[in-house]
């Protein structure tokens, strides 16, 4: 199905000093569920056009991405520090890092893209956070992991990306359960049921940005768009399953250590 996809688009943050950029899907060379800049492999789409896509975000972006660092995210809370730029594919859900001139990154398809920096400290961070992520402490866990790089919460600046809104995700009743199980305060980021099985609608962002409050941190930006609601711009995970189309692109979230 084609959602008259726009062209090249990225999206950023007057708050954040090194470059950056929250991709959209148009621009790349992929076709199909993955239509167009697409950054993972997946049945049907190819490494060499996830490459040519990278170096089309190079190009257009203005932003030097020779030395990008993606994770194999696990939909968890682990997070990688320092990450040697030539090793091979590591596994976590963040990366924070003081290397001078490295880019790190995170993919999404409706999960929480968060980019973080303290430019005082010369310390940055992207963060995934998937519900399971955000339920076990992924974004407190990179906030912490900054901190010990040298950065102080109350000078980080977190960006959080274009991502799900909550009127669009809606959850089961096993999936609040277990929030509520955590911290009975979480209800307050869920509506309540609205059908015969308990399901609601969620405020992930909402929850992650309590959750970077909770920290001290008090600079925090939204890019505030739903990839759900907006095909021309994002994939969306959600969206392709309800219309019933097999596979999907994801957006890539960058961040430079300048």
């Not at 190819?46 to 995210?73: C, M, P, Y």
């Not at 730029?85 to 001078?100: C, F, H, M, W, Y």
């Not at 600046?157 to 929030?179: D, L, M, T």
């Not at 962002?205 to 759900?228: C, E, P």
Request: aromatic residues 8%; negative net charge; charged residues 20%.
């Amino acid at each position: 199905m084609s959602h008259n996809i726009a062209p090249f688009t990225f999206f950023t943050s007057s708050m954040i000093k090194s470059g950056h950029a929250f991709f959209a899907r148009g621009g790349g060379v992929s076709e199909g569920a993955f239509e167009s800049l697409n950054f993972v492999r997946g049945d049907g789409e190819t490494i060499e056009n996830i490459d040519q896509n990278i170096q089309r975000a190079n190009e257009f972006s203005g932003l030097d991405l020779s030395k990008l660092t993606v994770l194999h995210q696990q939909c968890a809370e682990e997070v990688i520090v320092n990450p040697d730029p030539n090793r091979g594919e590591l596994q976590g859900d963040a990366i924070v890092t003081s290397n001078k001139g490295q880019a790190i990154g995170i993919i999404t398809a409706d999960c929480l893209p968060i980019l973080l920096e303290d430019s005082d400290a010369g310390v940055i961070g992207a963060c995934h956070g998937s519900w399971n992520g955000v339920l076990n402490s992924v974004v407190t866990n990179t906030i912490e992991a900054m901190v010990e790089l040298g950065a102080t919460p109350k000078k980080i600046v977190a960006v959080v990306g274009p991502c799900i809104h909550q009127e669009s995700y809606e959850i089961g009743s096993e999936i609040f359960e277990k929030f509520c199980a955590q911290d009975a305060d979480y209800e307050r980021f869920f509506t309540e049921p609205h059908d015969e099985d308990g399901r609601r609608y969620f405020n992930l962002r909402g929850l992650a940005k309590s959750q970077m409050t909770s920290m001290g941190m008090k600079r925090i930006d939204d890019i505030n768009m739903n990839t759900y609601t907006l095909p021309s711009l994002f994939f969306s995970h959600r969206r392709n399953t309800h219309e019933n189309i097999k596979g999907h692109g994801d957006q890539l979230s960058v961040i430079i250590q300048s």
